[in-house]
């Protein structure tokens, strides 16, 4: 199809989309990509190679005996790039973008290949149980890798980054290859709820512009299971009717249905932020609610990171506990343990049980799932928060790890002091500034999310919101003007 001949928005069509927000396919080059055959795949093939080659850059290296762990993670360009970069920057896509990293991640395109590979050799795959959807497994595999980081200082070890990259290779080619309607996404990816928790109210949105093409559609390609196996203009792969969607969560901006579209009715809309029209959901399922909390721990222990006399305050009792037992060489698993189960079940009781206290819920359990999906909002406001910390402070090491990618030459001339650091990007004052901005955001983005989700409840939440802010807001302040 070329350009000329892409769908245009009708004026009542246009209508809709001012209720829905831009559409930005009315703009033809953007039109012209989301029809593109190559779309995504291309992308994603470009992208794999680069996975393949970090994985076997980093294979067997570790850090030297003479450089610290923590400066030679900025040093090696692996783990400078996964973990100093690649974080950061995909933390920040989810909570403006969406699933928009999903369009083009690498993992899907193995995962799409290996499932046509076992459909051809005639594998009975199965679909997805009803565990597996629910995001139980995810919950576990996110809760390893934090644990990882923690315990064995996954991030700070190539070699373990290396294994890291194979394992999420080989978990991509075993999910397709036996299971069948992009199930690595929909059950075994360890970030998928993280992006549909952060980006369920992303500024990018597949919608149908007007109801009335989709209702009077006879062929309803973008469902039709037949078109589900097609490599291009599929139906949704992730089983997702684009005429009634409602929400981002599970979208991953792939295009298929734009490309499906018979009528030329789908839009990828340009919004506000947690746009008004989408759904909202007053309780949140078990998964979702142990990863929130899960999240929030690993999001409050990367804050304490940036201000080293607040970490040793928070970290103090884990640590007498490994020196206690005598357990001091695995300090870090003890942390882990603290940061991501011990601590949020704390934070989490004394949030909720003012919620039962001002009778916004009956128990417990029942006010830590009505917190999950608004609270989260914040929690990945703070974690942008982090992210700009993080990165202003990893990335001026990239021309270095470029011109010595092992880092190991680059990271004892910097141990030894014969090399100068290179500077941070932005003052710390500047990113605490910044932060406090985003936190601000992230709290009246929750306070908003708390209305639209609980109706009149929402005042027993406020304060729950007010207490979670103030005390990022109290870490964020530090960075840059209590160190």
Known sequence: MSVSELPVARSDEIDRGRFQGYDLLRLR???????WAGFPYVFQAILLVVFVGLALLAWGLYPPADVPGRLYAKT??????????????????AVLLGRAWCAICPLELLANGTERLGRRLGVRQRVLGKWLRSGALIVVLYALIQMSVQGVDLHRHPAYTSLFLWGLLAMA???????????????????????????????????????????ACPDRDCVRGGNRT??????????????????SSDCLVCGQ?????????????????FHRADARESIASWPVTLFVMLVSGFVVIQMFSE???????????????????????HTGWIRGVWALIVAPTVLWTLLGGMVVLTRGASHLAEAWRRMAIPLVVLIAFAHMAKGIAKFVTWAGFLPMAVADPAGVESGRMLAAKTLASPPDLLPMTVVSMVSIVLVLAGTYFTLREFRL???????SYQWPTLVLASGLLFLVFGWGFLQ
């Not at 249905?257 to 932020?273: D, H, I, T």
């Open 307 to 329: 201000w080293p006399a607040a970490q040793q305050i928070f970290l103090w009792l884990p640590n007498q506990v490994a020196t206690g037992l005598g357990w001091t060489s």
């Open 173 to 215: 080619a075993f999910a397709g290859f036996f299971f069948k309607d992009r199930a690595f996404c929909r059950g075994f990816c360890p970030v998928g709820l993280l992006l549909g928790t952060y980006g369920r109210g992303g500024m990018l949105a597949m919608r149908p512009v007007a109801d009335e093409p989709c209702a």
């Open 453 to 459: 989700a609980q109706g009149a409840a929402h005042r």
């Open 257 to 273: 249905c734009v490309k499906a579209c018979s009528p030329g009715n789908m839009g990828l809309f340009l919004r506000p932020l």
């Open 29 to 35: 080059p953007v039109a012209a990509l989301m029809h």
């Open 76 to 93: 090696n360009l692996v783990t400078l790039l996964v973990w100093g970069l690649w974080w950061p920057v995909m933390v920040w896509v």
């Open 230 to 247: 097609r490599l291009d203009a599929r139906s949704c792969p992730s089983l997702l009717n684009p005429a009634r969607l409602k929400g």
